[in-house]
């Protein structure tokens, strides 16, 4: 993945470990837990702790965290990916939260129903975790598959969404474009 030119950097600490986060002029570019699978190598990347949208992803991560937000207002720059990439990751935002999908409905989704395999490797390949929601598609049994930030995590995100869901609606277990 190259990323812009003018990408910026912070670290905030997370119940999940600390997170790194990226910025650009667009938006957020980057969210990845410093062990994760497929995470850019961003040592060169400036450390701008003041930056607004910086500032801004840590207090609604913080709050997502403690249970107060379902949804995330800052910007994206999601330039890294490929077209299809970045319909995969288009499609994603579209999964409501505390609910989950299967890799094989977000292929069907995306008229694409024979590339579930290459659906999977764009999600795992998502630079925004938590806030472009790859954690909430799951093996097409319902198991948990396949998670760049590591299983235990995509588990505990998902036992999060859930537990924060509690005090409104219930929401359906299943995420289908069309229902």
């Given amino acids: 993945m190259k990323f812009a030119p003018d990408i910026r950097k912070t670290r905030t600490d997370s119940p ?7 910025a650009t002029g667009q938006g957020l570019a980057g969210v990845w837990f410093d062990d994760q699978k497929h995470r850019p190598d961003w ?3 400036p450390d701008r702790d ?16 403690d249970g107060e937000r379902t949804g995330f207002g800052v910007p994206l720059d999601l330039r890294v990916g490929t077209p299809f990439q970045q319909s995969v990751w288009q499609a994603l935002l579209g999964i409501p939260f505390g609910v989950c999908t299967s890799y094989g409905t977000l292929a069907a ?8 395999r290459a659906v999977g490797t764009a999600v795992g390949r998502n630079p925004v975790g938590i806030i472009v929601p790859c954690h909430r598609v799951l093996g ?5 598959t396949g998670y760049a930030g590591g299983l235990g995590r995509k588990a505990a995100l998902l036992t999060l969404e ?9 929401a359906p277990t299943a ?3 069309n229902s």
């Fill in 162 to 170: 859930s537990g924060a869901r509690r005090t409104g609606q219930p």
């Fill in 50 to 65: 003041e930056d607004p949208t910086l500032l801004q992803v840590i207090a609604e991560l913080h709050q997502y965290f």
């Fill in 109 to 116: 989704m995306l008229h694409k129903p024979l590339a579930v």
């Fill in 43 to 45: 040592q060169g990347w």
């Fill in 175 to 177: 995420w289908h474009p």
């Fill in 16 to 22: 999940l470990g600390a997170i790194i986060l990226a």
């Fill in 140 to 144: 097409a049994d319902g198991s948990l």
